[in-house]
């Protein structure tokens, strides 16, 4: 196959013409165009159209050319290209802010003769930068079960098909389940905590898009991501101890840490803390943490209420692994040195009081959304990374994660210098979600997930 580089005609829409057959309607934006003042062409609406009621052998040989464009088109390849006697001639607009483009593909036979005849067929596709659940919900996987401390139900992944059942439900409790939701999260949905006590597990991607390969991914210079996160519970508790632990967005080295890799119980948020395995998740990573149970105490790391919260109000914060000698305070804030876990009066700990008659922060059965960014960059051999985060953040293009968002200060923001061996260990990358439940439970849906890197 040859690239000769040519342009796409300009092409004059004239009499719009629909064809039907039966009661179906063919060609919705059916439009018979001229193409360099030649001959017909003809723009079909979808590419599942019925041929047959094109008349001539040029017009079915453009028609399934310009099909072949669409099989042809990856992201970026774009132009003119020789194939058979004809040419495929593809374009794509800009991103939307999920990351899908139009894709147009023009197919062309007799070109330059009085024959020519062009069909052009336009067509949505993700770009293979852009991870969603709407493309990619199977790709994220539920926690290996079967330890004692990890309840069964602690994270389901909701797919987009019903028969993909979890296999710690009954098949009639999960269609259920399924069906309850189906509607309300159209695009596949991950539930954390499912009111279940003493839980702890985490859910990664395992997927090959972007940059990923069975789930670790090239972190490159960062990443964006987006989704929408509700709390089925109202805690209005003044104290917000009816209801927690809350969950954890986390991107964590696929060096040291497998897709099975999950932290302990109750505070530990199943971030920190030996978890199922024993091994919890391993250093380097990084974490946005949803906090919504206070744990105020600043003791042993080992022990019960000892994560340094500036108070009892539900707060999002940064975390990274705090002290490299053990996996206990890995959510601690101000834990650590190299680097130094945020501390609860710095700008990557950020609380809001509940009013005075309402639920806690968060906990409100209310729709919340959360953006993402890391940005990592070399500087003098080691790696600078900034963490961003915004909470429910409502200036123009906060769900686009094809790039960065300005429209308003995050309410989050971190920045650390890792060394080159930690730099080195987040070149390739693991993200999900972690969550943990202790005496009080919690169901919180994640939903409408975007991610990019930033290459
Ligand atoms: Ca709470
Ligand atoms: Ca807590
Ligand atoms: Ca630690």
Redesign the pocket.
């Known amino acids: 196959m040859d690239c000769d580089g040519g342009s796409v005609p300009n092409a004059e829409t004239i009499n719009p013409v629909v064809f039907q057959s039966g009661s179906t309607l063919l060609f919705t934006l059916g439009a018979l165009v001229i193409l360099s003042g030649l001959a017909a062409g003809l723009v079909l609406s979808s590419p599942h159209a019925v041929i047959s009621t094109l008349a001539g052998a040029n017009e079915m040989r453009a028609y399934y050319l310009a099909l072949s464009g669409l099989n042809l088109w990856a992201d970026g390849r774009t132009g003119t290209f020789a194939i058979g006697g004809g040419t495929i001639t593809l374009s794509q607009s800009a991103q939307d802010a999920g990351g899908s483009v139009t894709i147009t593909s023009i197919g062309t036979v007799g070109s330059g003769s009085t024959q020519e005849t062009n069909v052009r067929v336009t067509a949505r596709r993700q770009t293979a930068a852009t991870i969603t659940f709407a493309n990619d919900i199977d790709a994220f996987k539920a926690p290996i079960l079967g330890a004692a401390t990890n309840v069964a139900d602690a994270i389901l992944v909701f797919g987009t098909d019903a028969s993909k059942a979890s296999n710690s439900l009954t098949y009639a409790d999960w269609v259920s389940l399924w069906a309850q939701y189906a509607s309300r999260y159209a695009d596949g949905w991950v539930r954390l905590g499912g009111e279940t006590h003493d839980s702890n597990a985490a859910a990664w991607y395992n997927g090959n898009k972007a940059s990923c390969d069975a789930g670790k991914c090239a972190l490159g210079n960062g990443l964006r991501a987006y989704f929408g996160f509700i709390f089925d519970d109202y805690?209005n508790?003044r104290d917000?101890?009816?209801?927690?632990d809350g969950f954890i967005f986390a991107v964590v080295t696929a060096e040291n840490d497998p897709a099975t890799a999950a932290g302990g119980m109750g505070e530990y948020l199943g971030y920190a803390g030996p978890g199922i395995s024993g091994q919890g998740i391993k250093a380097p990573k990084i974490a946005v943490e949803v906090d919504?149970?206070p744990n105020r105490g600043g003791g042993n790391p080992a022990s019960s209420n000892s994560r340094r919260d500036k108070s009892n109000a539900?707060h999002v914060a940064v975390v990274y692994w705090g002290a490299d000698e053990t996996n206990a305070d890995d959510n601690v804030h101000g834990a650590g040195a190299a680097p130094q876990n945020p501390a609860n009066t710095s700008l990557g700990y950020r609380e809001r009081a509940a009013p005075g008659d309402g639920a806690?922060w968060l906990?409100d059965g209310e729709e919340h959304a959360m953006r993402v960014e890391i940005h990592r960059e070399l500087q003098g051999g080691e790696g600078i990374y900034t963490v961003l985060a915004w909470v429910d953040p409502t200036g123009a293009g906060s769900d686009d994660v094809t790039a960065d968002y300005t429209a308003e200060s995050p309410l989050v923001s971190s920045a650390v210098r890792l060394d080159a061996a930690d730099h080195a260990r987040l070149d390739a990358v693991r993200f999900g979600w972690t969550e943990s439940t202790g005496a009080?439970t919690q169901t919180v849906a994640i939903h409408d997930f975007a991610l990019a890197f930033r290459h």
């Open positions: 805690d508790s917000s101890k009816d209801k927690g919504t149970y539900n806690n906990e009080e």
